[in-house]
């Protein structure tokens, strides 16, 4: 049983909040999407509200050693602009040493540390626990509100937890747990999950633990054309999986075991090439001719697809419909995000990644129930799979 921050009291105490502020950053260092340091926010008011005090620790990008270019500084700019002026946000130099314990012991109310980037340390990935002994020595209470790291066995999101007197999620891990247990757990029907992506292989532990669950199973991107041509439809020179044919088909055979439908793609956009410049034409079929390649679902599969999220009750989405990064290969990924957004009777759940990033440029994002934070974690999750930094929160306080 996970206990969550708001069962605890945390007055007067240490607060180590282990959160996901891998944020992009652009040439200037400056934060380009602050969504997960929002999404942040109410744990982190929460804990100052209640008289904690709060020590955030986070990793950014995938630094060899201590990079000045991957500092957190940016991200305590942002977190302070956030916040406003009745916190301070202090960057630790560090994650661990001497300084960083003085600057925690001396935390004032309302104050706020940020350490700095903890792979800056290779033994933060490598869960050592001399390290996450370190990490536990800051603080009273461990909350982890990080879903995209759960997937992680790391030093800061399992290793340094039984060393912490006291643990709990945050108000994000709660939200991500309950909207993806709702659709693997206790979906309402129709439910339908819409894969897209590159590779069937990427995507096949989730088909599998989906299609038990699910009425139907639409699949876009290229990932579609391993599915076609099992099927003996043409694919031009579409991306396919050769060495995963049998794959596919054993997810069309089981499906049919289970009376389940994998809808595929009915017709396509396609080119000669994945480039913004390449000439276009629809297909009037689901074969696609010779030299060519299929780059987004085409009008008719966008009609079908819409009428099945239109009747469905919940919906989960990961994975683009096409090159949606390129305009003209985009009008997949944006009409089912769309269609999600329109059909306010349903739980709609966007599985991170790049279907999350989609749906927020596109201006879905806010119109669906849930947009997780955790790409990797959101599939693990819906595949089955136990995820560390749940397990390390499960169970009696030490």
């Known amino acids: 049983m996970v206990r969550y921050v708001d069962e605890l009291q945390v007055a007067g105490k240490r607060v180590?909040?282990?959160?996901?502020?891998?944020?992009?950053?652009?040439?200037?260092?400056?934060?380009?999407d602050d969504t997960r340091i929002r999404e942040a926010l109410p744990t982190i008011q929460h804990v100052l509200a209640a008289g904690g005090k709060v020590i955030l620790g986070s990793h950014l990008g995938r630094p060899k050693g201590a990079d000045p270019a991957l500092s957190l500084m940016?991200?305590?700019?942002?977190?302070?602009?956030?916040?406003?002026?009745?916190?301070?946000?202090?960057?630790?130099?560090?994650?661990?040493?001497?300084?960083?314990?003085?600057?925690?012991?001396?935390?004032?109310?309302?104050?706020?540390?940020?350490?700095?980037?903890?792979?800056?340390?290779?033994?933060?990935?490598?869960?050592?626990?001399?390290?996450?002994?370190?990490?536990?020595?800051?603080?009273?209470?461990?909350?982890?509100?990080?879903?995209?790291?759960?997937?992680?066995?790391?030093?800061?999101t399992a290793g340094m937890v039984p060393f912490v007197k006291e643990k709990a999620a945050g108000f994000l891990m709660r939200k991500e747990l309950q909207y993806l247990g709702k659709v693997i757990r206790e979906?309402?029907?129709?439910?339908?999950?819409?894969?897209?992506?590159?590779?069937?292989?990427d995507k096949i532990k989730v088909i599998e633990n989906l299609l038990p669950r699910v009425d139907a199973l639409l699949v876009g991107g290229a990932m579609a054309y391993t599915f076609l041509k099992v099927q003996g439809a043409e694919v031009g020179s579409s991306r396919v999986e050769a060495d995963k044919l049998d794959l596919a088909r054993r997810c069309l055979d089981a499906a049919a075991r289970l009376g389940k439908e994998i809808v595929l793609p009915v017709d396509h956009v396609v080119g000669t090439e994945p480039t913004e410049k390449t000439a276009t034409q629809d297909t009037p079929d689901r074969n696609i001719p010779a030299g060519w390649m299929g780059l987004d679902i085409g009008v008719k599969t966008r009609d079908l697809y819409r009428q099945h999220i239109r009747n469905a009750r919940t919906v989960f989405w990961n994975g683009p419909m096409g090159l949606f990064e390129v305009e003209k290969f985009s009008a997949g990924t944006r009409e089912v995000a769309q269609a999600m957004a329109s059909n306010t009777q349903a739980?709609?759940?966007?599985?991170?990644?790049?279907?999350?990033?989609?749906?927020?440029?596109?201006?879905?994002?806010?119109?669906?129930?849930?947009?997780?934070?955790?790409?990797g974690a959101s599939l693990e999750f819906i595949e089955g799979r136990e995820l560390p930094g749940v397990k390390a929160l499960e169970g009696k306080g030490n």
Do not use: W
């Open 187 to 201: 979906p309402e029907r129709p439910f339908v999950a819409i894969l897209g992506g590159a590779k069937v292989s």
């Open 347 to 375: 739980v709609t759940v966007v599985g991170g990644g790049d279907s999350a990033a989609a749906a927020n440029e596109m201006g879905y994002g806010m119109q669906m129930k849930h947009v997780s934070t955790g790409g």
């Open 16 to 32: 180590f909040i282990r959160v996901d502020f891998n944020v992009p950053l652009d040439d200037q260092h400056h934060v380009t």
């Open 74 to 156: 940016p991200v305590a700019q942002r977190l302070s602009e956030l916040l406003g002026r009745n916190h301070e946000v202090v960057l630790a130099d560090d994650c661990t040493g001497d300084g960083v314990k003085k600057i925690t012991r001396e935390l004032k109310p309302g104050q706020v540390v940020l350490l700095e980037n903890l792979r800056f340390h290779k033994e933060e990935e490598a869960n050592d626990e001399a390290f996450a002994k370190e990490l536990a020595s800051l603080a009273d209470v461990y909350v982890n509100d990080a879903f995209g790291t759960a997937h992680r066995a790391h030093a800061s």
